[in-house]
Nanobody, 126 residues
């Protein structure tokens, strides 16, 4: 059983940055594809970014709204995935969740993920 714990959320002003982390335990982290999703109040959970086990260019994908502002990465030696978020706007306010799946695919559908973290709140003030 894989456990995922997110950290790094908080309150930031518009234009600011945050770095989220997702630490995994209970499984072989390097064998999992990992994704970031977010859910704002009253809205459905939406895809943010995904990274294959190997990471690096060509092994990541982003939602269109990211527009070059966010960067996903992972450190398999630390069992941790990161999401660097820059140029944040109030529209980015949401609970951010990380998730894992056991395939090499760059899944965007939350239904394709097996394991989920509890989430970390990101609030961007105007």
């Amino acid at each position: 059983q894989v456990q995922l714990v997110e950290s790094g959320g908080g309150l930031v002003q518009a234009g600011g940055s945050l770095r989220l982390a997702c630490t995994a335990s209970g499984g072989t982290f390097s064998s999992y594809g990992m994704g970031w999703f977010r859910q704002a109040p009253g809205k459905a959970r939406e895809f943010v970014a995904v990274i294959r086990w190997s990471g690096g260019a060509g092994n990541v994908a982003y939602a269109d709204f990211v527009k070059g502002r966010f960067t996903v990465s992972r450190d398999n030696g630390k069992n941790t995935m990161y999401l660097q978020m820059n140029s944040l706007s109030p529209e980015d306010t949401a609970v951010y969740h990380c998730a894992a799946h056991r395939t090499p695919s760059l899944y965007r559908d939350p239904g394709s993920y097996t394991y989920w973290g509890q989430g970390t709140q990101v609030t961007v003030s105007s």
